[in-house]
Nanobody, 119 residues
Framework: QVQLVESGGGSVQPGESLRLTCTAE????????MGWYRQAPGNERELVAS??????HYADNVKGRFTISVDNGKKTGYLQMNSLKPEDTATYYC??????????????WGLGTLVTVSS
């Protein structure tokens, strides 16, 4: 069974950095695409960054501060977050389109990791 496991969230002060990881577990051939989303209390889930075939896309409010990447050798994606702001506080979720060892390509979500930015 394929699943995504996120880690790296935590509490930091404004201006600090965090790196989130999202590891695909189970019978995986490749992570074909990955997106990081976030949801703050009372808000809708929003796309923060995505990567497909090496092409990246960022929301305007994180452009220049966040970097998304995928290492298929490790079956892991990353979201490097620098110069964090209080408004970045949210639960962050990874989403991935995956080619499994057996069966059809699939899309799945992680359970989320909480990021809190506060002084």
């Amino acid at each position: 069974q394929v699943q995504l496991v996120e880690s790296g969230g935590g509490s930091v002060q404004p201006g600090e950095s965090l790196r989130l990881t999202c590891t695909a577990e189970g019978g995986i051939v490749t992570i074909d695409a990955m997106g990081w989303y976030r949801q703050a209390p009372g808000n809708e889930r929003e796309l923060v960054a995505s990567i497909t075939d090496g092409i990246t896309h960022y929301a305007d409010n994180v452009k220049g501060r966040f970097t998304i990447s995928v290492d298929n050798g490790k079956k892991t994606g990353y979201l490097q977050m620098n110069s964090l702001k209080p408004e970045d506080t949210a639960t962050y979720y990874c989403n991935a389109k995956i080619t499994p060892i057996a069966g059809w390509k699939l899309e799945t979500w992680g359970l989320g990791t909480l990021v809190t930015v506060s002084s």
